[in-house]
């Protein structure tokens, strides 16, 4: 098996039952422009410190596992170059080849489960691509075997909302809300659609997940709707969704690059409004995440 490397400070904290909070790095190399990439990282750190957590952002560094990225190695991913996008399908491969990988939600997840790290906060889930139900996000697959809590603003608007909750149900995962009774639609605060369960708190959360751990070996999703401030005008989002896919389709962009694609579409749509929003929700969902793990880690008589 290959060793993770585990940084100091996020393997002291792990050995002692603190509260760890894992962090994905495509958000940093494929999801954010520079400088806005870096600035939200640090920020979502940030915000994982300011809660009683410790952050640790997780990528492939010339083919070794990093669990903890420096600064340093943050911002050489921010700044772009030869660096991959590995779901849990690439992690060999990128691994093998001494390669630097971008860890996206399935990859982060794997690689947090085998870390210890119980906690993990993103922006929002991949899920079943509109008109295409083949075309199925590897973090709904994820989800269903890897029992790590992900923490996020729901899935992304540009996905068919419907059908995603349906394959997590398949899948026997959670949609946890919190507090809300409806799936947040990542730059709006609902999709109409119904969640399997809320919680009013990090406390009840931990509970929640405990209770569902003692059962069962899947991940759980925590949706947090985006602060009313930031949420996005819903007819100014579905005419710039509408106008990427049509571009995509025109240009046959599908697959793993079409979520890049579109969300960099509806940031130049909409006068960076979804950066904005974007930046916004990926720090509140790590503040989230962090009160979460701090709840988790009192429940099991440590912080």
Same mark, same amino acid.
């Given at each position: 098996?290959?060793?993770?490397?585990?940084?100091?400070?996020?393997?002291?904290?792990?050995?002692?039952?603190? +509260?760890? !909070?894992?962090?994905?790095?495509?958000?940093?190399?494929?999801?954010?422009?520079?400088?806005?990439?870096?600035?939200?990282?640090? %920020?979502?750190?940030?915000?994982?410190?300011?809660?009683?957590?410790?952050?640790?952002t997780i990528a492939i560094l010339a083919g070794? +596992?990093?669990?903890?990225?420096?600064d340093s190695e943050l911002e050489a991913l921010a700044r772009?170059?030869?660096?991959?996008?590995? #779901?849990?399908?690439?992690?060999?491969?990128?691994?093998?080849?001494?390669?630097?990988? %971008?860890?996206?939600? #399935?990859?982060?997840?794997?690689?947090?489960?085998?870390?210890?790290?119980?906690?993990?906060?993103?922006?929002?889930?991949?899920?079943?691509?509109?008109?295409?139900?083949?075309?199925?996000?590897?973090?709904?697959?994820?989800?269903?075997?890897?029992?790590?809590?992900?923490?996020?603003?729901? %899935?992304?608007?540009?996905?068919?909302?419907? /059908?995603?909750?349906?394959?997590?149900?398949?899948?026997?995962?959670?949609?946890?809300?919190?507090?809300?009774?409806?799936?947040? #639609?990542?730059?709006? $605060?609902?999709?109409?659609? +119904? !969640?399997?369960?809320?919680?009013? #708190?990090?406390?009840?959360?931990?509970?929640?997940?405990?209770?569902?751990?003692?059962?069962?070996?899947?991940?759980?999703?925590?949706?947090?709707?985006?602060?009313?401030?930031?949420?996005?005008?819903?007819?100014?989002? /579905?005419?710039?969704?509408?106008?990427?896919?049509?571009?995509?389709? $025109?240009?046959?962009?599908?697959?793993?690059?079409?979520?890049?694609?579109?969300?960099?579409?509806?940031?130049?749509?909409?006068?960076?409004?979804?950066?904005?929003?974007?930046?916004?929700?990926?720090?509140?969902?790590?503040?989230?995440?962090?009160? !979460? /793990?701090?709840?988790?880690?009192? $429940?099991?008589?440590?912080?």
């Open positions: 098996m290959t060793p993770l490397d585990i940084r100091p400070a996020v393997r002291d904290a792990l050995r002692l039952g603190r +509260p760890v !909070v894992a962090l994905e790095s495509t958000l940093i190399s494929h999801g954010l422009p520079w400088p806005t990439n870096l600035e939200t990282v640090r %920020a979502a750190e940030d915000a994982v410190r300011a809660a009683g957590g410790m952050p640790a070794r +596992p990093t669990v903890g990225l420096d772009g170059g030869e660096v991959r996008k590995a #779901s849990r399908r690439d992690l060999g491969a990128a691994i093998a080849q001494k390669a630097t990988a %971008a860890t996206t939600v #399935s990859g982060t997840m794997l690689l947090a489960e085998l870390a210890g790290i119980l906690v993990f906060a993103t922006g929002g889930i991949g899920g079943v691509h509109r008109g295409d139900g083949f075309d199925v996000s590897a973090d709904i697959v994820e989800l269903g075997r890897t029992p790590v809590c992900v923490v996020c603003a729901g %899935a992304k608007s540009i996905l068919d909302l419907a /059908a995603t909750l349906e394959v997590l149900e398949t899948h026997g995962v959670p949609v946890i809300g919190y507090r809300t009774d409806t799936f947040p #639609s990542f730059y709006t $605060r609902s999709s109409g659609l +119904p !969640v399997s369960a809320r919680v009013d #708190s990090a406390s009840e959360a931990a509970a929640a997940l405990e209770a569902h751990w003692g059962l069962s070996r899947t991940g759980v999703v925590l949706a947090l709707p985006i602060a009313e401030s930031d949420v996005v005008e819903e007819n100014d989002l /579905a005419r710039a969704i509408d106008s990427g896919e049509r571009e995509a389709q $025109r240009l046959g962009v599908r697959g793993a690059a079409l979520t890049p694609f579109l969300l960099a579409h509806l940031a130049r749509a909409t006068g960076g409004r979804t950066l904005k929003a974007n930046r916004a929700l990926v720090v509140a969902n790590a503040a989230l995440a962090a009160e !979460v /793990a701090v709840a988790l880690a009192k $429940r099991r008589g440590r912080s």
